[in-house]
């Protein structure tokens, strides 16, 4: 296996400076300290292997989820996370990382400075700079929501959207409901493309026509609900499945404040089940998310690859919350075209 020397004799320089950029000692440049870190990723040196009596280490890298308030969507997945990692004998930090840091680092070089064995990843999209890197990556990482392929040391887990959107639409289509519409977040994101494909499978395999007039996409909720509800609206949409229960929330407001009610006129659909949802007025319908189960899984996942057991896909079934949001398609004629919301 390489070893300190190796590193040492590749750069020219010190065994003990080698030592000291490594441990993040005062005296050696962040320039020198970053120069060793990626040579040492290039030859396949592994600190865990030099120091035997090192802490078995793992960490939960967060970006762009909230995650440390119990009413946080994140606060359960890594809260689940812990809970089978630490009686196993796991350390575990919660990192929370910027672009500037993945473009100041590889991903490769951060986990080996802090001594982490493998990486649970949630909240990153598919343009940061580790996503690019995850394919060659040789620290195992498992990512929530998102997919690196025909890498072994990466697994990607979540809920199964494919069936997700199949229960959904079978849901609606038992209520009466033939004109149904999607809004979702952003193509940059990997679930955002799931979910907006997901919801076309569905669709065609319930035998329903997609109108293209009928789908939004977009990173921004206030486009969504400005832009794209009130033509999905205008086209005699009587439900309408949203990507994210944040997002399914504002379009309940959105339809409310164009004159459309909730279910009578149009029915709205959820994805997550976040702790919020059973409080919307009206209680919203919705995918649920196991929070805690997925974080379950990110454990099972990590330590299966760190055991050179090498998952590729891990994802839960997909369970609808039946609420208020949705109902029975009660219209006869076609509404008025919805007021237009003020910009």
Known sequence: MPTINDIADKLGISKGTV????????DVSETLRKKVLETAVEIGYA????????ANRLCVIVENIHHE???DFGYAIVMGFKKLAIPAGWEVDVVSVTEELQKSISYDAFMLSREYKGAFIIGMSLLDPWMEELKTARTP?????NYIPENPRVCYIGVDNSEAFL??????????????????????SFVSRRRHDA????????????????IGCSYFITELTQKYLPRLLSSHVTAIVCGTDLLAQAVIVGCMDMGYRVPEDVSIVGFDDAPFAAYTSPALTTIRQNQEALGNCGFYALNSLINQTYIGTLLLRAELIDRASTGKVRRKKKL???RKLPS
């Open 141 to 145: 990482a498992v990512l929530y929501d």
């Open 167 to 188: 229960i959904t639409i079978r849901h609606l289509t038992k209520l009466g409901h033939t004109q149904i519409g999607y809004l979702g977040g952003d193509m940059d």
């Open 19 to 26: 030592s000291k950029a490594l441990n993040g000692a005062n």
């Open 199 to 214: 919801f076309l499978d569905a669709m065609d395999v319930h035998g329903l026509t997609v109108d293209k007039k009928r």
């Open 47 to 54: 600190r865990n292997r030099a120091r035997k009596h090192t």
């Open 336 to 338: 008025a075209p919805p």
């Open 69 to 71: 308030d119990p009413g």
